[in-house]
């Protein structure tokens, strides 16, 4: 199992940018296909971004492309969520999450942290 903390939430104006972190600890992080969902209040959880355990193939959900990367630190456990060009309907918690492969579904993933509110006010 992977423990997953979630941080870098907050409150932020249209046009901002934010960083969100997620450290992983537990079992070899380098297994594991890492993503991050959102899910905003009344609305289903949704894919956002993924990434392999090498850092050679992501994926993204077309609400973010071009404004959101992701990145990951396998010497820090950690993976990174860039957002920029901030809308207010980008207003969500935020989950990172753990699998063992790319997947876009949420179904497929193990692990999954505690969640950070993203904030985004017009």
């Known amino acids: 199992q992977v423990q997953l903390v979630e941080s870098g939430g907050g409150l932020v104006q249209a046009g901002g940018s934010l960083r969100l972190s997620c450290a992983a600890s537990?079992?070899?992080?380098?297994?594991?296909?890492m993503g991050w969902f959102r899910q905003a209040p009344g609305k289903e959880r949704e894919f956002v971004a993924a990434?392999?355990?090498?850092?050679?193939?992501?994926y993204y959900a077309d609400s973010v492309k071009g404004r959101f990367t992701i990145s990951s630190d396998n010497a820090k456990n950690t993976v990174y969520l860039q957002m920029n060009s901030l809308k207010p309907e980008d207003t969500a918690v935020y989950y990172c999450?753990?699998?063992?492969?790319?997947?876009?579904?949420?179904?497929?993933?193990?692990?999954w942290g505690q969640g950070t509110q993203v904030t985004v006010s017009s």
């Open positions: 537990g079992r070899t992080f380098r297994s594991y296909a």
């Open positions: 999450a753990a699998s063992s492969a790319l997947y876009t579904d949420s179904s497929k993933y193990e692990d």
């Open positions: 990434i392999s355990w090498s850092g050679v193939s992501t």
